[in-house]
């Protein structure tokens, strides 16, 4: 219920406003009576505000850069991804002219033209990202009554272009584990077998692993006791993983399954992706080679499909051969996962299981590559036989003269409708031999009876 005192000749209204703060306000009524009616007015007014009835004025000098402080300190800083984007949020949002501006300035053509001035010199991906940091942040501010209306709702996201898919082929996952290092390939391993995340394979613990059951209890990231989705799901191993993560926990002197040579955790900055790089130049997996020319001053390089030796048409100087690898990052070794899984026929309600999405489409649309040479093969499937004449002959005249001929039916392909195909692995269905390509045996190798990636 409103109130009403007075101080000194002048009466003052106190009420409660949109947030539920008791406020003080000075009116000019001259009696008690009129006094009344304006906290009355007062309060019915923060009532529609607070109902989103009405647009919420912010005449206590509350500015954007105070609300975005108040959800970095209250949300932001609890969020796992926190360490990566705190930088983007403050140098393009905390630290903009828009943060400036009071909140009742703040609308839903202030946000456009802020997200557009940001697109002439950002990825699209990046604006989207900003987009998405003011709309949790109003969001927030919405549920706990300090704003009534989010106008970053009709703002549009932008459009991110769709990058070619990078993935490893059934063929160069081996050559891949057998470039890396034998302390390094049970880890490499499990991230293509199993599809875990960085964060979640450095996290991972030897408590986390059931190898008689073949299952692994996923949840954590790196030392957070949460996953990105934010719970634990058990994904199963592979059998051809098994002796990988018995290797991988022999080897290990503390409580992580892949931990630093000193047992403790690896941290987010370890450097995974320079060992993949350095393995995919080893495995041949390259686009190119760039001879440089490393005589101080000459600066000559060029680009040849060969490592073939080269001199210098300057100083005839042999160039040095330098491998121009594949763009493959780690996180590339989960989309190697599900491709693979999706090519050899696997249900996409099981690999969404497996990769623990929430959403099928993204297991399907973002991490569900198909190599050309897999679609090409579904394409020949539409094989329907030559024409035939009336006589039961083939028809020597093509199908575009005859287009109502006869057709005759040929016989199926077990290999191509899922029949039998013997005990032969797929890689050594496509010709792949592990003895002939390195002159050792599997076990060897410690690679398991066979190397695909079934």
């Given at each position: ?7 000194g000749v002048?009466w ?10 008791w ?14 009616r304006?906290a ?7 009532e529609r505000?607070r ?8 005449d206590d000098?509350t500015t954007?850069g105070?609300l975005?402080s ?17 930088g983007t949020?403050?140098?393009h949002l905390?630290?903009?002219?828009l ?5 009742r300035?703040?609308?839903t053509?202030?946000v456009e033209q ?5 697109t ?6 990046t604006?989207n ?5 003011l709309c ?17 709702l ?8 769709k990058?070619l ?11 891949v584990?057998?470039a890396?290092?034998g302390?390094?390939r049970?880890l490499?391993a499990?991230a293509i077998y199993?599809?875990?995340?960085k964060?979640?394979?450095?996290g ?6 059931d ?5 692994i209890s ?11 989705g934010?719970?634990a ?11 990988y ?8 002197s503390?409580e992580?399954v ?6 403790s955790?690896m ?9 993949l ?5 080893r495995?041949?997996?390259v ?6 020319c ?5 600066g ?5 499909k ?7 048409p300057?100083?005839k100087m ?8 594949r763009?493959?990052?780690f996180h ?6 599900a ?10 309600a ?14 399907t649309e973002?991490?569900?590559?198909l ?14 036989g030559?024409?035939?004449n009336?006589?039961g002959?083939a028809s ?5 003269n005859?287009?109502f001929?006869?057709l005759?039916?040929?016989e199926p392909?077990?290999a191509?409708?899922g029949g039998?195909s013997?005990?032969?692995?797929p890689l ?7 003895e ?5 045996g ?13």
């Open positions: 219920m409103p109130s009403v005192f007075k101080r002048r003052y209204a106190k009420y409660k406003d949109a947030t539920g703060r406020r003080t306000r000075p009116t000019t009524a001259d009696t008690k009576t009129d006094a009344k304006l009355t007015d007062l309060e019915r007014q923060a505000h109902l989103g009835l009405e647009p919420l004025p912010t000098g954007l105070d975005l108040w959800w970095e300190t209250t949300y932001f800083k609890q969020s796992p991804a926190y360490a990566k984007s705190c949020f403050r140098r905390a630290g903009s002219d943060s400036k501006s009071p909140i300035e703040v609308t053509g202030r802020f997200i557009q001035a940001k002439r010199e950002l990825a699209p991906q604006v990202h900003l987009r998405s940091f949790r942040v109003f969001s927030a501010a919405r549920r706990a009554g300090k704003v009534t209306q989010n106008p970053v009709d703002v549009k996201c932008r459009r991110v272009p990058r898919p990078t993935f490893l082929t059934l063929e160069e996952v081996p050559r584990l057998l890396l290092p302390r390094w049970p490499f499990t199993s599809g875990l995340r964060g979640e394979l450095l991972l613990r030897k408590t986390d692993v190898l008689p059951r073949r299952l996923v949840c954590r990231s790196y030392a957070r006791d949460t996953t990105k934010g719970h799901e058990a994904v199963p191993i592979a059998s051809e993983l098994v002796p993560f018995e290797a991988a926990i022999k080897q290990s503390s992580l892949f931990p630093n040579e000193d047992g955790m941290s987010e900055e370890a450097s995974l992706q320079e060992l790089q350095s393995a995919l130049a495995a041949g997996i686009t190119g080679y760039s001879h440089i490393r005589r101080k001053g000459c000559h390089s060029e680009v040849a060969d490592a073939d030796l080269r001199r210098c300057k100083c042999k160039l040095w051969p330098r491998a121009l690898v763009k493959i990052r590339d070794l989960r989309h190697t996962t491709s693979l899984l999706m090519m050899a026929g696997a249900n996409p099981a690999v969404q299981r497996i990769l623990r999405h929430s959403d099928p489409r993204i297991t973002v991490y569900g590559h190599a050309p040479e897999y679609l090409r093969r579904e394409i020949d499937l539409l094989s329907f030559k024409p035939v009336d006589t002959n020597a005249s093509s199908p575009k005859d287009p001929g006869a005759v039916v040929q392909n077990d191509l409708i039998s013997g005990s032969r692995s050594e269905m496509q010709g792949f031999s592990l002939r390509e390195t002159g050792l599997p076990a060897t190798l410690g690679l398991g009876s066979r190397c695909s990636t079934n």
